[in-house]
């Protein structure tokens, strides 16, 4: 997959407080880092780890050597599996959101959200919108000396591109956003949007949801 593109700004630090498990997903992770294979670009990827965030899916770590050592990928990725499954149910607004931004986007492409998601029921909830989301990696990246970890998802608003959330340091949500390339930070911070006036086009003030 390719990587990100604007979205969402949120600051929310959010853990476990569960050593033992963050203890065995250390473990996981270095196995995973030591059995990694490369591209001939140096672009690593590793076997799929437990991610407690996505209630213990499998998911692979890519990284590219260049940019992002072996100790960095384990800092920002051993802080991002201290998240837990309650917190991805706690920021589901924010891909919600980018659900919701999405169909007005393309609602000149579709009768309705129905025929847009192939027939699928719509999501009747914030946290139904998961339900859509059909697989995901994990990325690692630096940009300003900054270590971001992304969970690049495939889902079914978006069956091309998919969507990525953006997460500082590991623990700190930045963005929710398309997969072009970009900024791994927003240009303009904006708060909560209303859900009502949310705006689909290009604009000065850039708010999360946005699809440029």
């Known amino acids: 997959m390719d990587i990100l593109n604007q979205l969402q700004f949120v600051p929310s630090v959010i853990g476990s407080n569960n050593p033992r ?17 490369r591209n001939r670009l140096g672009f690593a990827r590793t076997a799929g780890v437990s991610v407690p965030f996505l209630n213990y899916v499998l998911c692979p770590i890519n990284f590219d050597e260049y940019e992002v050592s072996d100790t960095e990928a384990l800092q920002a990725v051993g802080a991002f599996l201290e ?24 609602g000149s492409e579709y009768d309705d959200e129905h025929d847009m998601l192939g027939g699928k029921a719509p999501p009747a909830s914030q946290e139904d919108v998961w339900r ?3 697989g995901s990696d994990l990325m690692v990246r630096k940009e300003n000396d900054v270590l971001y970890v992304l969970v690049v998802s495939d889902c079914e608003w978006e069956l091309d591109d998919g969507f990525c959330m953006i997460f500082r340091h590991g623990k700190e949500l930045v963005k929710v956003g398309d997969l072009n390339c970009g900024p791994l930070e927003p240009e303009q911070p904006g708060d909560r949007p209303d859900l009502t006036k949310l705006e689909t086009a290009g604009g000065g003030h850039i708010i999360s949801y946005e699809r440029m």
Request: aromatic share 4%.
């Open 21 to 37: 498990a963050e203890t065995m997903n250390l473990n996981e992770l270095h196995l995973a880092l030591a059995s990694r294979s």
């Open 83 to 106: 998240l837990s499954n309650a917190d991805r149910l706690r920021l589901s607004f924010h891909v919600h959101a980018h659900y919701l931004a999405s169909a007005r986007a393309m």
């Open 132 to 134: 859509l989301v059909t």
